[in-house]
């Protein structure tokens, strides 16, 4: 059973840090690009960003360009998101996400975790 | 960046009814290797969302068949041909033809 495990929201002022972590069984993670998605509360879903398996492509949304790193740990099967320079409008659930696989089946955002809460106030 | 328009944005339908939600790109789907990657998401009241359907009309396994994704280049139309209590829920339309991946804003799907 493919399983995605989010951990490392919280509450942190503006101008903080946070890394999120994403912990995945269940499938070969590294065969796998991976996503982070997020949601403010009680709005809509917003892709964040993406890692190829290799970690040679790396994608961003523009509102997180220079502030966010997206990284992985194949040996780990662990995918990470590293958020500086947080703003309020970063509060919300951060899911992780499968993206494409090599076998071929369409598989991005076919499983997704419970997510993970980051608040960003003072 | 390919935007995603649906409509309507709330949607009450007695049970037992069809529903229908529309989902509009502003650029097509279409990608290079002739497939159209447009997906549809249930987002349950405080639940993680689920993918429904991929690539317009392909069922995800444990997806009930009166949902039925259908449509082409940039209008699709997500289905359900008679509403349950366990319908209720926000679905979201997904392109992941081009760089960023973009969502729509949501269609809350309520029992009247």
């Known amino acids: 059973e493919v399983k995605l495990v989010e951990s490392g929201g919280g509450l942190v002022q503006p101008g903080g840090s946070l890394r999120l972590s994403c912990s995945a069984s269940?499938?070969?993670?590294?065969?796998?690009?991976m996503n982070w998605v997020r949601q403010p509360p009680g709005k809509g879903l917003e892709w964040v960003s993406y890692?190829?398996?290799?970690?040679?492509?790396?994608k961003y949304v523009d509102s997180v360009k220079g502030r966010f790193t997206i990284s992985r740990d194949n040996a780990k099967n662990s995918l990470y998101l590293q958020m500086s320079s947080l703003r309020d409008e970063d509060t919300a659930v951060y899911y992780c996400a499968r993206d494409w696989g090599d076998n071929g089946a369409y598989t991005p955002f076919d499983h997704w975790g419970q997510g993970t809460l980051v608040t960003v106030s003072s | 960046d390919v935007v995603m328009t649906q409509s309507p944005l709330s949607l009450p339908v007695t049970l037992g009814q069809p529903a229908s939600i529309s989902c509009r790109s502003s650029q097509s789907l279409v990608y290079s290797d002739g497939n159209t990657y447009l997906s549809w998401f249930q987002q349950r009241p405080g639940q993680s969302p689920r993918r429904l359907i991929y690539k317009v009309s392909n069922w995800d396994s444990g997806v009930p068949d009166r949902f039925s994704g259908s449509g082409s280049g940039t209008d699709f139309t997500l289905k359900i041909s008679r509403v349950e209590a366990e319908d209720v829920a926000v679905y979201y339309c997904?392109?992941?033809?081009?760089?960023?991946?973009?969502f729509g804003q949501g269609t809350k799907l309520e029992i009247k």
């Open positions: 997904m392109q992941g033809a081009q760089w960023p991946y973009t």
């Open positions: 890692i190829s398996t290799t970690t040679s492509d790396t």
């Open positions: 269940g499938f070969t993670f590294s065969s796998y690009n």
